[in-house]
């Protein structure tokens, strides 16, 4: 999360109070003379009998915007500002200034927050800065709303709070400003957990309300994140949520032909073609996913991804070959042996890039399990023990 630096006003803020001093009321006066003093209270007391006396006065709405400020009463700062450029512009500059210089500490502010909450190990005081962060940020948006900066920092510590519903809205004022990446990316993905969730739950309650539920879910996700596709189409995070949220509605052969449409508009897209590949690997499609998969590495030889879905494909080709001779009753070949095989050298080479992945030591056991060299997969099942 960036923190802004930005050289705050040269031109201090109160060196407007005395412009016109002498044609100001008593009312006016009396307010600038407590606000000199810093004694912002009974600014207040004196800028509310001026309004109330004179509605139209710009100069006394611009300046309550002013104490509020300085008193962090930003929502009525914001309300005072927009009511003194209602009546005129005459304070407009001094209003811009203002609002920009309030933006930058509240964002500064949240930025440190968010900072000290991600390095807290404790989870009490974690929570504090993390909610601290929010309020900052909230705060920012009452000063600036405009201002995309914040809309992003607020969801990201939303998230990072595990407040996923609360970030849903920051996120997508975020998309309606900017059309974000990371805005389509984030939404896309809560939508689509929410989905998993709820279809997890359906099956133990059996309540098609949570069936129906889980379905929304997915279908908002897809509108989203086929809106990201459009404004990002090489972004691989939107078409990973992308693939899942499709798979997840059960609407595998509607996305087969999306990303297959992707592909052959972009045939050198790595991110088409490998979540290409893993939307027919899901369908079991095994030879095309094959297909797909290989493109990608031949885009991208060290595509990390593809390489292990490259893998997983042909243990899971092989694992349906065996069943289905199981099935049929029939003898066993080594056809299912000969998939195995196949995917061997790309486990072994994944789990090189990543030896930290516990998922790739235990499908690289099981292989070399069923090839029947078991001092390998003795191996890799004693180094699954030490990552477990």
Same mark, same amino acid.
């Given at each position: 999360?960036?923190?802004?630096?930005?050289?705050?006003?040269?031109?201090?803020?109160?060196?407007?109070?005395?412009?016109?001093? *002498?044609?100001?009321?008593?009312?006016?006066?009396?307010?600038?003379?407590?606000? &000199?003093?810093?004694?912002?209270?009974?600014?207040?007391?004196?800028?509310?009998?001026?309004? *109330?006396?004179?509605?139209?006065?710009?100069?006394? !709405?611009?300046?309550? #915007?002013?104490?509020?400020?300085?008193?962090?009463?930003?929502?009525?700062?914001?309300?005072?500002?927009?009511?003194?450029?209602?009546?005129?512009?005459?304070?407009?500059?001094?209003?811009?200034?203002?609002?920009?210089?309030?933006?930058?500490?509240?964002?500064?502010? #949240?930025?440190?927050?968010?900072?000290?909450?991600?390095?807290?190990?404790?989870?009490? +005081?974690? $929570?504090?800065?993390?909610?601290?962060?929010?309020?900052?940020?909230?705060?920012?948006?009452?000063? @600036?709303?405009?201002?995309?900066?914040?809309?992003?920092?607020?969801?990201?510590?939303?998230?990072?709070?595990?407040?996923?519903?609360?970030?849903?809205?920051?996120? &997508?004022?975020?998309?309606?400003?900017?059309?974000?990446?990371?805005?389509?990316?984030?939404?896309?993905?809560?939508?689509?957990?929410?989905? +998993?969730?709820?279809?997890?739950?359906?099956?133990?309650?059996?309540?098609? *309300?949570?069936?129906?539920?889980? *379905?929304?879910?997915?279908?908002?996700?897809?509108?989203?994140?086929?809106? #990201?596709?459009?404004?990002?189409?090489?972004?691989?995070?939107?078409?990973?949520?992308?693939?899942?949220? !499709?798979?997840?509605?059960?609407?595998?052969?509607?996305?087969?032909?999306?990303?297959?449409?992707?592909?052959?508009?972009?045939?050198?897209?790595?991110?088409?073609?490998?979540?290409?590949?893993?939307?027919? @690997?899901?369908?079991?499609?095994?030879?095309?996913?094959?297909?797909?998969?290989?493109?990608?590495?031949?885009?991208?030889?060290? !595509?990390?991804?593809?390489?292990?879905?490259?893998?997983? +494909?042909?243990?899971?080709?092989?694992?349906?070959?065996?069943?289905?001779?199981?099935?049929?009753?029939?003898?066993?070949?080594?056809?299912? $042996?000969?998939? !195995?095989?196949?995917?061997?050298?790309?486990?072994?080479?994944?789990?090189?890039?990543?030896?930290?992945?516990?998922?790739?030591?235990?499908?690289?056991?099981?292989?070399?399990?069923?090839?029947?060299?078991?001092?390998?997969?003795?191996?890799?099942?004693?180094? @699954?023990?030490?990552?477990?």
């Amino acid at each position: 999360m960036p923190k802004i630096k930005t050289t705050l006003m040269s031109i201090l803020l109160l060196g407007f109070l005395f412009v016109g001093f *002498q044609c100001s009321s008593t009312e006016m006066t009396s307010a600038k003379l407590y606000i &000199q003093q810093k004694n912002y209270d009974k600014a207040l007391e004196s800028l509310n009998k001026e309004v *109330q006396k004179n509605p139209k006065s710009d100069e006394g !709405y611009y300046y309550l #915007g002013v104490v509020n400020g300085e008193k962090e009463n930003y929502a009525e700062m914001a309300k005072a500002f927009e009511k003194s450029l209602s009546i005129s512009n005459k304070f407009a500059q001094q209003i811009q200034d203002s609002r920009k210089y309030h933006w930058v500490n509240l964002f500064n502010k #949240g930025v440190g927050f968010y900072q000290k909450g991600t390095k807290d190990a404790n989870k009490d +005081t974690m $929570k504090i800065n993390f909610d601290k962060s929010i309020s900052a940020f909230n705060n920012a948006i009452l000063v @600036l709303p405009d201002s995309s900066s914040a809309y992003k920092n607020l969801a990201f510590v939303y998230l990072s709070s595990d407040r996923l519903d609360e970030a849903i809205e920051p996120l &997508q004022i975020l998309i309606n400003k900017d059309k974000s990446a990371e805005g389509y990316r984030y939404l896309g993905e809560i939508l689509y957990n929410k989905g +998993t969730e709820l279809k997890e739950k359906y099956k133990t309650s059996k309540n098609p *309300q949570d069936s129906i539920a889980a *379905q929304d879910a997915f279908n908002r996700a897809i509108t989203v994140l086929e809106e #990201g596709r459009k404004n990002h189409p090489g972004n691989s995070e939107i078409l990973l949520w992308l693939s899942n949220s !499709y798979i997840g509605a059960n609407k595998i052969d509607v996305a087969i032909d999306a990303f297959k449409a992707g592909v052959e508009a972009e045939p050198n897209n790595k991110y088409y073609r490998y979540n290409y590949g893993v939307l027919l @690997l899901g369908a079991n499609q095994f030879e095309p996913a094959v297909e797909q998969f290989k493109k990608a590495i031949e885009i991208d030889p060290n !595509y990390q991804n593809a390489i292990y879905n490259l893998a997983v +494909t042909y243990v899971k080709w092989g694992t349906v070959i065996n069943k289905e001779a199981d099935e049929k009753g029939v003898m066993q070949g080594n056809d299912y $042996k000969d998939k !195995y095989t196949l995917a061997l050298p790309y486990l072994e080479q994944v789990v090189k890039m990543n030896p930290k992945d516990a998922a790739i030591w235990e499908l690289l056991g099981k292989v070399y399990t069923v090839l029947g060299d078991q001092q390998k997969a003795k191996d890799a099942f004693d180094q @699954l023990d030490k990552l477990r």
